[in-house]
C-alpha cells in the first residue's frame, strides 16, 4: 500500500487545522500540527511585527524542517497542517514586502532555507484552501485567540496576493490541489467525503 506525504497550505485561518484532524481520524494517517497556541514568539509577533519577524520564521522554519524528517521516517501516510514552504514564499516574503522584515535579515533567512530544503524530498500533494481575506478575518475574530485579534485585513490580503503569485511560479514544480475553503463546510458529511475523496484521488494519480 502506497504511503503519501500530504501538506495543507493556505492563509491564516482558512481551515488547515481541520482538515488535517479529518484526513488523520478518516483515513488513518499521522498528523502533524502546526505550533501555534504554544508557540512562544507568535504572541511578541503580533505586538510587534518588524522586532519578531525574523525570530518566528527561524522558529517555524527549523519546526517544520524537522516534521517533514519525521515524516519521512513514518511507515504510514502523513499529513501535514501548513507546508514547509510556505515560510518563504508566503510569509517571508510578505512580512520582507510590508517593511516588517529588512532586506539583510530577509536574505539570510532565503539562503538558510535554500540550503536546507535541497536535502527533502518534495510532498506527493499540496492541499492549498483558498479564500477570501474578509472571511478569513471573520473568522479569525470569531474563534477569539487574543494575539491574532490585531491581525490587520492588508495583511492577510498581502499573504493572498502572495500565495497567488507562489501557485503559478511553483505549478510545475509543486503537485497543488486548490479547494474554495469559503464554501466548504467541515461540518457536513457529504462536502468533507467529497474532499477527502479529492485528496486521496489525487495522491494516487501523483
Known amino acids: 500500500m502506497p ?43 503580533y505586538a510587534d511585527m518588524a522586532r519578531w519577524s525574523f525570530h518566528l520564521q527561524v522558529y517555524f522554519f527549523t519546526h517544520r524542517f524537522r516534521t517533514f524528517q519525521d515524516m519521512l521516517a513514518q511507515d504510514n501516510s502523513c499529513v501535514q497542517d501548513r507546508t514547509i514552504y510556505e515560510d518563504l514564499e508566503i510569509f517571508a516574503r510578505t512580512l520582507n ?19 536546507l530544503i535541497e536535502s527533502l524530498p518534495r510532498p506527493d500533494l499540496i492541499v492549498y484552501l483558498q479564500a477570501p481575506p474578509e472571511f ?43 479547494i474554495d475553503a469559503a464554501s466548504y463546510d467541515a461540518a457536513c458529511e457529504q462536502e468533507v467525503e467529497r474532499v477527502l475523496r479529492l485528496i486521496v484521488d489525487q495522491c494516487e494519480r501523483s
Open 97 to 115: 514586502q510590508q517593511g516588517f522584515l529588512d532586506d539583510r535579515d530577509y536574505q539570510n533567512y532565503r539562503v538558510l532555507f535554500e540550503t
Open 3 to 45: 504511503h503519501y506525504r500530504v501538506s495543507i497550505a493556505g492563509n491564516i485561518a482558512a481551515g488547515k487545522t481541520t482538515l488535517t484532524r479529518l484526513l488523520a481520524e478518516r483515513l488513518g494517517w499521522c498528523a502533524y500540527y502546526e505550533q501555534v497556541l504554544d508557540n512562544p514568539y507568535l504572541p511578541s509577533f
Open 136 to 178: 478569513l478575518l471573520e473568522r479569525i475574530r470569531q474563534r477569539g485567540r487574543g494575539f491574532e485579534q490585531g491581525i490587520s485585513l492588508d495583511y492577510l490580503r498581502g499573504l493572498e496576493v502572495a500565495y497567488e503569485d507562489w501557485l503559478q511560479r511553483a505549478a510545475d514544480s509543486l503537485p497543488f490541489l486548490s
